[in-house]
């Protein structure tokens, strides 16, 4: 394949990123004396370096591309769109594109969560979930209600609420003191479960919604406002729910009151087989918080789906509480409803919807659901054929996203230590699967993992592809421990 750099372009590129560009979570100097990887086109499931050299994106860029890359169709309408009405915000007011986009995605999304909030991001959604959930109970008599519960390990954002909210203590330490409120319940990691439910997954999932249960009576349910949970976690290397985990939390959430946010900013528009990862097992939300996919990334794009409940008090007034000698009663709504405090400029950018428009009409006209359905059976069978390595420990996830345990040892589910994993992940493994031409994440923020997430329009050539790139490069892995 040809390239339009050439030499003299690249080192000049190289020089400019090494002296202005910061890279997102990246150790930089690790660069002093090595190049920055370039990608500079993508077409379908591949992306090329400066090089012209092929990469099989297996992470979908970071979990976005679900379309894949190089769809003239999806370039154009943002082309026309840009011409046509570059900007405007939705404060006060509305374009066509933001209208025709909430309702498609109203349509799509399960029961009732009418009603889309637009922001650009999904660390700008999951925070604005936070803050509707907070000034929803303000507004309905119930300002004592602001804490969120989320899982450990999970990954939820980097902006000061949406860090509160995530599970991770290496990244949130240096800004630490993060805005009150954060509790942390059990994941849903099975492999590594608790011995008194280790043999029995569903008693494990009830263990761990009881776990939920157990968070809000010791924090108090007066006090607590939402919990955030992915359909299926990313971090730590994709744990899906145990069988009945989701009905029993939703249960719990009504009975306490708390709001049940889905956060789907990678789970969503395809991810799992569904547009929406609660489809898929079966559970309604209060909230929905999504980003990534929307779009595929051919234009940034998050926002939050709410239900008709939660957007009340926004319409129709203020409840107002009588208080009785044993309890609040007689809520009823008057004056003015409140308003939303809060907002971002370019939330619901009208190129960005538009973008969202067309990628929707390709999931559409290529069926990419049903693609998703059809082929990942032969997906998770591809990758369990790795197995048979005595490096991999388990491999897990549901629909286009996957999850692979790296052990020490397999028969005694041993992990690496830090050195190690430090050695294997960053001295080894990104690099060693990037030069064999594989786009993934070595991820060590939980036990060692690797995670997949491919194109949804991957079929059984790009699976044979990952599982023979990852055969040979944790092969040698193994032999360098
Ligand atoms: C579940 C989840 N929530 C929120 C975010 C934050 O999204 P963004 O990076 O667009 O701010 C991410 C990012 O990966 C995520 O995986």
Not at 63 to 76: D, L, N, P, Y
Not at 141 to 146: H, L, S, V
Not at 240 to 269: M, N, Q
Request: aromatic letters at 10%; glycine letters at 10%; charged letters at 25%.
């Amino acid at each position: 394949m040809s390239t339009p750099y050439g030499p003299d372009e690249i080192a000049a590129l190289q020089e400019k990123a090494k002296r202005h560009l910061w890279l997102h979570f990246t150790r930089m100097s690790s660069y002093a004396d090595a190049d920055i990887p370039l990608i500079v086109r993508g077409e379908g499931p591949y992306v090329y370096d400066q090089h012209g050299k092929r990469y099989l994106d297996g992470l979908a860029g970071l979990f976005v591309s679900q379309i894949g890359h190089g769809r003239t169709e999806v370039a154009e309408a943002a082309a026309r769109q840009a011409s046509e009405l570059a900007y405007f915000p939705l404060w006060s007011y509305a374009h066509p594109q933001a209208i025709e986009l909430a309702d498609r995605l109203a349509n799509l999304a399960p029961g009732d969560l009418n009603r889309v909030f637009f922001t650009s991001s999904g660390s700008e959604a999951v925070e604005s979930a936070w803050k509707l959930a907070k000034q929803y109970f303000r507004t309905t008599g119930e300002p004592a209600r602001y804490k969120v519960l989320s899982r450990s390990i999970a990954y939820h954002g980097t902006s000061m609420g949406a860090l509160a909210i995530t599970g991770l203590p290496g990244i949130k330490e240096p800004f630490e003191p993060l805005p009150p409120g954060g509790v942390r319940v059990p994941n849903t990691n099975f492999y590594r479960a608790p011995a008194f439910v280790a043999d029995d997954i569903t008693a494990f999932g009830g263990w761990a919604a009881d776990e939920i249960e157990r968070a809000i009576l010791r924090e108090g349910p007066e006090s607590v406002a939402a919990i955030f949970l992915e359909p299926c976690q990313n971090s730590g290397g994709c744990f899906p729910p145990p069988p009945g985990y989701f009905p029993r939390v939703r249960e719990i959430c009504d009975r306490y009151g708390v709001l049940l946010v889905s956060d789907e900013v990678i789970c969503a528009f395809g991810r799992l087989g569904y547009y929406f990862g609660a489809e898929r097992y079966h559970y309604q939300p209060d909230i929905i918080t999504f980003a990534k996919g929307v779009t595929s990334g051919y234009a940034p794009l998050g926002g939050m789906l709410v239900t008709d409940r939660l957007m009340e008090p926004f319409i129709r007034g203020q409840q107002s509480l009588v208080q009785s000698d044993t309890h609040l009663e007689e809520r009823h709504l008057e004056g003015p409803g409140a308003t939303f405090l809060h907002g971002v400029t370019f939330a619901g950018h009208p190129v960005s919807c538009a973008v969202a428009m067309a990628n929707l009409d390709v999931f559409e006209k290529e069926n990419l659901l049903a693609n998703v359905r059809s082929n990942e059976g032969a997906f998770r069978s591809t990758l369990e054929k790795l197995t048979d390595l005595p490096i991999v420990g388990e491999v897990r996830g549901d629909g286009y996203f996957y999850g692979i345990e790296l052990v020490k040892d397999k028969s005694t589910r041993l992990t690496f230590d830090d050195d190690e994993s430090e050695r294997l992940l960053r001295g080894f493994l990104s690099q060693a699967l990037f030069d064999a031409g594989l786009v993934c994440r070595a991820d060590d923020r939980g036990d060692p993992v690797i995670q997949l997430s491919p194109p949804l329009v991957c079929t059984q050539e790009h699976f044979d592809e990952m599982e023979q790139i990852l055969r040979s490069v944790l092969t040698e892995a193994w032999r360098r421990i």
